[in-house]
């Protein structure tokens, strides 16, 4: 059986209507795409979507959605990911930009 890694929970004890992890990064990655459209940033706004929550796939992570009181980074691992990637249009500066906005969970707020 396929384990089912969920990205946001409600009070419902069945999960009927949790937000699975696959779905909620899907969407993320073709709303991003849009928003990095008008500046030629398509993939890289599509990637960012991915990777921004990928750290929910974590044992920890859906615990605390089971209601375990623990406090759980996912962000980070998304950013850790996006400095494997051999992009390359990517220059330093450009990955750490890129890493900051998965951090920042995709804020329309560009870092500094």
């Known amino acids: 059986?396929?384990?089912k890694y969920y990205a946001h929970?409600?009070?419902?004890?069945?999960?009927?209507?949790?937000?699975?992890?696959?779905?909620?990064l899907r969407?993320?990655?073709e709303m991003a795409a849009?928003?990095?459209?008008?500046?030629?940033?398509?993939?890289?706004?599509?990637c960012a979507g991915i990777l921004h929550d990928l750290?929910?796939?974590?044992?920890?992570?859906?615990s605390r959605l089971n209601g375990a009181n623990i406090r759980v980074d996912h962000s980070t691992f998304g950013a850790r990911e996006a400095q494997t990637l051999r992009w390359t249009p990517l220059s330093?500066?450009?990955?750490?930009?890129?890493k900051l906005?998965?951090?920042?969970?995709?804020?329309?707020?560009?870092?500094?």
């Open 1 to 3: 059986m396929i384990k």
């Open 9 to 24: 929970s409600t009070k419902t004890k069945d999960k009927s209507d949790w937000q699975l992890l696959e779905e909620h």
């Open 27 to 29: 969407n993320v990655a």
């Open 34 to 46: 849009e928003f990095a459209m008008p500046f030629g940033a398509e993939e890289w706004g599509r």
């Open 55 to 62: 750290g929910k796939a974590s044992e920890e992570f859906q």
């Open 92 to 98: 330093r500066q450009n990955l750490t930009e890129f």
């Open 101 to 112: 906005y998965i951090l920042s969970h995709l804020s329309l707020v560009q870092p500094l």
